[in-house]
Nanobody, 126 residues
Framework: QVQLVESGGGLVQAGGSLRLSCAAS????????MGWFRQAPWKEREMVAV?????????NYADSVKGRFTISRDNAKNTVYLEMNSLKPEDTAVYYC??????????????????WGQGTQVTVSS
């Protein structure tokens, strides 16, 4: 069965960096785009970044993270990453990786995703 396990979250000061990892199993990772989403308390879940299938050439980012976050993938290691730099207190949230319902499709909406990890907490102090 599909499993997604996030790691790398934690407490960091504003301006700091974190690297999140998503270990994937139970499906052919290279066939799917992969997404990172986040949800802060009392806020709706939002897309953070999406990387296209196969080599991950195409990437989409939320405007709020452009220039600070980088999504990447290593299909050989069955892992997707989210490098987060210049972190701000407003980046505080639980971060989730997810697999879309369809192969070879750059899904940007949460509703287009079928499987989700358990999430990893990121807290940025001011």
């Amino acid at each position: 069965q599909v499993q997604l396990v996030e790691s790398g979250g934690g407490l960091v000061q504003a301006g700091g960096s974190l690297r999140l990892s998503c270990a994937a199993s139970g499906f052919t990772l290279s066939d799917y785009a992969m997404g990172w989403f986040r949800q802060a308390p009392w806020k709706e879940r939002e897309m953070v970044a999406v990387v296209s299938w196969s080599g991950g050439v195409s990437k989409n980012y939320a405007d709020s993270v452009k220039g600070r976050f980088t999504i990447s993938r290593d299909n050989a290691k069955n892992t997707v990453y989210l490098e987060m730099n210049s972190l701000k207190p407003e980046d505080t949230a639980v971060y989730y990786c997810a697999v879309p319902r369809s192969r070879w499709y750059q899904a940007l909406l949460g509703s287009e995703y079928a499987y989700w990890g358990q999430g990893t907490q990121v807290t940025v102090s001011s």
